[in-house]
């Protein structure tokens, strides 16, 4: 009897914790089957709402841009240096540098130029092109070119100016925002900024080196070649060229050009009716002057022919 009260105390503990972490795990086990099952519903469209999908209906372009200058393994004591090349007319050209972007322009009549940068040592420079839908195309040749500046060296560290975007675009009138990555050199830095619509050039002062954004607010609809200068405390300076898209009704004066030309459209709608409607009583006063005239004139003839 003894020995069985010891047996029953001994396993009293361990069947205890057993059936408490049975209990947990099926109440885990509900747990999960609960989440599983119990979803968020989606929300049932309000009232007046509208859906909006978007379909890429064309392919990417099939033809990439060619980099006809600078040529393969040349030097340059300088920078910024011209890149040239042809390219599927319309779309834009992104040219790389060390795959980085430096630089871009829009394809006109079938060839692009755009200047760059370039980076201390070896330069390995590429294009794409890129469609309204952003869809890119083939890679361009690899044109390897070498930048040395012994100047560097007693003026201060090179300056480096890219960014993640080489095209952005905001609605006209609304304000349209730029990051730009700025590296080495020796601040302050000072920005000259040349939006490409025709306004005064926006100067820009930064105390350090990083991330800088800059903003612009277009006016009219287009688009805007954008050339971006810094230079450091040092004089040393870098360039970026990129695209600014103002969403829009390109010609913003259309709708004031047609204006006065509908309004003068009708102006002369007016004299017409008038000129219809006084058509049959004219027609009317001038037959009945003409039977008068003609009447004198026979009464004149038949008492001449009396008087004789």
């Not at 989606?42 to 990417?60: D, E, F, H, R, V």
């Not at 393994?73 to 980085?100: A, E, H, K, M, R």
């Not at 480096?160 to 095209?167: A, D, H, Q, V, W």
Request: glycine letters at 8%; one cysteine or more; aromatic letters at 8%.
């Amino acid at each position: 009897m003894v020995n069985k009260i010891r047996f029953s105390a001994q396993w009293t503990l361990p069947i205890i914790i057993a059936a408490c972490l049975l209990a947990l795990f099926v109440s885990l086990a509900h747990t999960n089957r609960a989440l599983a099952i119990t979803q968020i519903p989606t929300p049932a469209p309000m009232p007046g709402s509208y859906g909006i999908a978007a379909t890429k209906l064309q392919a990417p372009p099939a033809q990439g841009a060619t980099i006809s200058t600078p040529g393969n393994g040349s030097s340059f004591s300088s920078s910024p240096t011209t890149v040239n090349g042809i390219c599927p007319n319309g779309l834009l050209v992104q040219v790389y540098d060390n795959s980085v972007m430096v630089g871009s322009v829009m394809c006109t009549n079938g060839s692009f130029s755009v200047q760059v940068s370039l980076f201390s040592g070896t330069n390995e420079l590429s294009s794409l092109v890129y469609d309204e839908l952003d869809q890119a195309g083939p890679v361009s040749n690899i044109a390897t070119v070498n930048y040395t500046n012994t100047q560097f060296s007693a003026f201060g560290a090179l300056i480096t100016l890219t960014s993640s975007y080489g095209r952005r675009a905001a609605n006209a009138g609304n304000e349209l925002t730029w990051p730009l990555q700025l590296s080495g050199g020796t601040g302050p830095y000072a920005f000259s900024i040349d939006w490409g619509d025709g306004t005064a050039t926006e100067l820009k002062s930064q105390p350090l080196a990083g991330l800088v954004d800059i903003a612009h607010t277009y006016k009219k609809a287009g688009i805007y070649q954008i050339n971006i200068k810094v230079t450091d405390v040092n004089g040393v300076s870098a360039f970026l060229q990129v695209i600014g898209l103002s969403n829009g009704k390109v010609d913003a004066t259309a709708p004031a050009a047609t204006g006065p030309t509908t309004a003068t459209t009708k102006i002369l709608w007016i004299p017409a009716v008038i000129a219809v409607v006084l058509l049959f009583p004219a027609y009317w006063l001038g037959r009945r002057s003409q039977l008068v005239s003609l009447r004198n004139k026979m009464a004149k003839e038949q008492a001449a022919y009396k008087e004789e």
